[in-house]
């Protein structure tokens, strides 16, 4: 089975600080996601990558930026928190077939 | 963008009885996706119809797709209260791996 764990379940942080949500896949997956989820908007795509230090926008970036230095670990870094970045975000892995395994999610609340 | 919009938004059933959720979508896709997520859980996949397909079964799930009104149903049969989770469709445009999704259903099966 996938595995797709991400470092945090629950995080509180506050207005300013930097935040590093982390994702490890140990499926040898090419590709990875980080999405947001808020109520009544779905999930909404942040960042992908396809491969090693490769990185693409995806709906909503601004306010964040990604790292993907090994095939197995893909980052989502705040530079600077804010309260609207509070959030579920989700880690998800695929090949291309199309179908995607994720994580837990991780719930940020910032202060 | 929300490329896919489930309907209803909420549905609340007796145990033993049939779910049907549905998805519509805007652009031409090269294949769907059905996921299940328990309630501040991460995603499950379910069921993945390709665009050349119509139908596709999964145990008690049955997925249609009907590309020409570009929307599909997801049918749930003899629901056991373990079905109660939030719904969601995904569509893939690119056949890369990169998925938009719906609002989702929240599922409500009574004992």
């Known amino acids: 089975d996938v595995k797709v764990t991400q470092s945090s379940r629950y995080l509180v942080k506050r207005t300013g600080e930097k935040v590093f949500l982390e994702c490890v896949q140990d499926?040898?997956?090419?590709?990875m996601f980080w999405y947001r989820q808020d109520p009544g908007l779905g999930l909404r795509l942040i960042y992908f990558?396809?491969?090693?230090?490769?990185?693409e926008k995806g709906d909503i970036p601004e306010g964040y930026s990604v790292s993907r230095e090994k095939k197995e670990r893909f980052s989502l870094i705040l530079e600077s928190a804010s309260t609207n970045q509070t959030s579920m975000y989700l880690c998800?892995?695929?090949?291309?077939?199309?179908?995607?395994?994720f994580g837990e999610g991780s719930r940020l609340t910032v202060l | 963008s929300q490329q896919g919009e489930e309907d209803p938004q909420a549905l609340s059933i007796q145990e033993g009885e049939n779910a049907t959720m549905n998805c519509s979508y805007k652009?031409?896709?090269?294949?769907l996706q059905w996921y299940r997520q328990n309630s501040g859980r991460g995603l499950v996949h379910l069921i993945l119809?390709?665009?050349?397909?119509r139908e596709k079964h999964s145990g008690r799930l049955r997925v249609t797709l009907d590309t020409s009104k570009k929307s599909s149903s997801l049918l749930i049969t003899a629901s056991r209260a373990a079905d109660t989770a939030s719904y969601f469709c995904?569509?893939?445009?690119?056949?890369?791996?990169?998925?938009?999704f719906g609002d989702g259903t929240t599922l409500t099966v009574k004992p």
């Open positions: 998800a892995t695929n090949i291309n077939t199309g179908e995607l395994f």
């Open positions: 990558s396809y491969d090693v230090k490769m990185k």
């Open positions: 995904a569509t893939d445009v690119t056949n890369a791996g990169k998925s938009t």
């Open positions: 119809i390709r665009s050349n397909e």
């Open positions: 652009t031409s896709i090269n294949n």
């Open positions: 499926m040898d997956h090419e590709n």
